[in-house]
């Protein structure tokens, strides 16, 4: 099968059609010119493009194409926050199908939002907005921004840098958070209720107990919905450190990851650019790297990394789109010398 995969950039959006080989590849694009696209994917109920769009000037926004190439755009005009508040929106960062028709959009600082006419109006999430637990929420060095937004039967998930990992079972209205036994060193309480830096955060579609989290503090995995979690790195892993985060869908005990030397230094381990993979929940985890550069002191954020039933599929923010068929196991570059790449996510077609 085809596939297209949405690459968000800091200038643009570029839209990259794959063969069946995964080795075949046409680089469409840049539209949305002129914006940051920090998360973009094709809606799979409907077939339109929806992208996270931030603008020096225009401020926090979302963007909305349905002829299937990103010729014509609709902005969303209403998006923002309570006036007369403390809090502005400052970003948007990711974009997830719902339940039916809904839409749910997070950003900065720690917000979420709600559609259901595909986002041209936005209902601000009351319940995460007004959580109790706000005053202990930090933001990282991205902001504060809430991201990994994941909706699988009955419960809702977030996750938010630097607040940590949320459920919700009632479609928003309230929200628990789901962090024990998940590390925040950087703080005096090693163990808070709230204040872990999460980096990605994923629920797997076929599984509604089995969570994944790559963390500021390592890699973890939880079979309860986040009620508990186990940490998995330092078996396998160069580092606990990292941002990407992709599942099999097929598969709820597979998970990849692109380690990253350190909070200080956000490149690739050992200068040696590669995905790590498990097969077994975490319990050990083997590098991907055939085809890749031996050495390269690469930098992959917290969306650039996707997977399909195929194959898997990332983005540096040196702007090299690399692909795989699982099948074949070999990695080849999909597109080179793109803006800085900030998202990557994978749709048939």
């Not at 799979?44 to 000037?57: E, F, I, Q």
Request: charged letters at 25%.
């Amino acid at each position: 099968m085809a596939v297209t995969l949405p690459i968000g950039t800091r200038k643009g959006l570029f839209l990259l059609r794959g063969d069946e080989s995964r080795r075949r590849w046409e680089v469409d694009g840049p539209v949305l010119t002129g914006w940051s696209v920090y998360h973009a994917i094709v809606d799979p109920r409907s077939g339109a493009l929806c992208a996270c769009t931030n603008n020096w000037v225009y401020g926090a926004s979302f963007h909305r194409s349905d002829d299937g190439g990103g010729e014509t755009w609709e902005r969303t005009e209403q998006l923002g926050l309570p006036e007369g508040g403390d809090l502005k929106l400052n970003a948007t960062w990711h974009v997830e199908p719902g339940r039916d028709s809904e839409l749910w959009l997070g950003g900065d600082p720690g917000v979420l939002f709600r559609s259901e006419d595909g986002g041209k109006t936005w209902e601000l999430n009351r319940g995460l907005f007004d959580h109790p637990t706000r005053d202990r929420w930090q933001p990282g060095a991205g902001g504060m921004c809430c991201h990994s937004v994941q909706v699988v039967d009955s419960s809702l998930y977030v996750a938010i840098s630097a607040a940590g990992a949320f459920r919700s079972e009632d479609g928003g209205e309230t929200w628990t958070p789901i962090n024990s036994s998940v590390a925040a060193d950087f703080m005096p309480e090693k163990y808070p209720e709230v204040g872990q830096c999460v980096h990605k955060l994923l629920a797997h579609s076929e599984d509604a107990g089995r969570l994944w989290q790559q963390n500021h503090c390592g890699v973890y995995r939880s079979d309860n919905r986040g009620d508990s979690w186990e940490r998995l790195d330092g078996n396998g892993l160069p580092s606990g450190f990292g941002f990407p985060l992709a599942l099999d869908l097929s598969d709820p005990d597979v998970a990849f990851v692109i380690p990253e030397e350190s909070a200080e230094n956000r490149v690739t381990s050992h200068g040696r650019l590669g995905v790590y993979r498990t097969a077994d929940g975490g319990s050990t985890w083997q590098l991907w790297s055939n085809g890749l550069p031996d050495r390269a002191w690469a930098a992959v954020l917290r969306e650039g990394l996707a997977s399909d039933a195929e194959g898997v599929y990332f983005g540096t923010q040196s702007g090299s789109v690399w692909a795989a068929r699982r099948a074949e196991g070999e990695w080849f570059e999909a597109a080179r010398d793109l803006p800085p790449i900030l998202s990557v996510e994978a749709a048939a077609g």
